[in-house]
């Protein structure tokens, strides 16, 4: 069974610039959540995917947005990078949209904006 | 809104003795609660998880989580801790709203030999 993968692992960006990571959900599973860990944080929800439409969103500005591919792969583009978008961006895969559904990590983009 | 709480930032046991890592909850109906650990550079590993049924969950490596909703706790445990089990551990509430798994800030588990 193929894990949660991500990539790229580490990523620096300037100002301005636009960036794109990608998620490979784990084997089986159709529901893609993003998140964003601050240093010293737990995660923030930025939104979920479902059936290629979100399916949910977190408290983040329309430049944060996202794609789900009919494989069920995900990605996270973020317009006009500031400062403070420098984080950990973790994606989790999970078996459904239940509420009881764990969700599944992977080990992150960590993303410096100088 | 959903939230949970962790109180303790830091969590300090001798290898061998029992751990408790705190958690408090704060849902409008029934809580879907949830426990995670990270390891240093790594994403989140699923470790148990409270639906409804007995009040004591069991999960992997080892670990428990008694869930008691008279004081809003699920607070999770280990009977013998392990220098292995050194890492961040965050508890977590299912929002129903949008979908959203809402973590607390973490407390950082350090076992000492």
């Known amino acids: 069974e193929t894990g949660v993968t991500q990539s790229p692992t580490h990523l620096i960006k300037t100002r301005g610039q636009q960036v794109t990571l990608r998620c490979s959900s784990q084997?089986?599973?159709?529901?893609v959540s993003w998140y964003q860990q601050a240093l010293g944080q737990g995660p923030q929800f930025i939104f979920q995917y479902y059936r290629e439409e979100e399916n949910g969103r977190g408290n983040f500005p329309p430049r944060f947005s996202g794609l789900q591919f009919p494989n069920y792969s995900s990605e996270l583009n973020v317009n006009a990078l500031e400062l403070d978008d420098s984080a950990l961006y973790l994606c989790a895969s999970s078996l459904s949209v239940g509420f009881n559904s764990p969700l599944h990590f992977g080990n992150g983009t960590r993303l410096t904006v100088t | 809104a959903q939230s949970v709480a962790q109180p303790e930032d830091q969590v300090n046991v001798a290898e061998g003795n029992p751990l408790t890592v705190k958690c408090t909850y704060s849902?409008?109906?029934?809580?879907?609660l949830f426990w995670y650990v990270q390891y240093p550079n790594r994403g989140l590993q699923f470790l148990l998880k409270y639906i409804t049924g007995d009040n004591l969950v069991k999960g992997s490596y080892g670990f428990e989580a008694e869930f008691n909703k008279s004081q809003t706790s699920f607070h999770l445990k280990k009977p013998s801790a392990l220098v292995s089990d050194s890492a961040l551990y965050f508890c977590a509430v299912r929002d129903y709203n949008n979908n959203d798994m809402r973590f607390g800030a973490g407390t950082r588990l350090t076992v000492k030999p």
């Open positions: 084997s089986g599973h159709n529901t």
């Open positions: 849902v409008s109906g029934n809580p879907y």
